[in-house]
């Protein structure tokens, strides 16, 4: 898998399934702090998504 965003998705898709940070970290070669930052981002990203989304319904 690849680093970046899509292989940070895939990842993040991967552990919302049930595998391990562990497992993802060891198989893509990153430190478990890089996965958490990646989830840190991506929640951020979608939250704003989501408001952006909300906003224009209203």
Same mark, same amino acid.
């Given at each position: 898998m690849k680093k970046g965003t899509v292989g =940070? *998705? %895939?990842a993040l898709k991967e552990n919302?399934? #049930?595998r391990s940070v562990e497992e993802i970290s060891r198989d893509l070669g990153i430190t %478990? #702090?890089?996965f958490y930052t990646? +989830? +840190?981002k991506?929640? *951020?990203l979608m939250r =704003?998504? =989501?408001y952006k989304i909300f906003v224009q319904k209203v």
């Open positions: =940070a *998705i %895939k919302e399934s #049930g %478990k #702090g890089t990646w +989830r +840190r991506f929640v *951020i =704003a998504y =989501a």
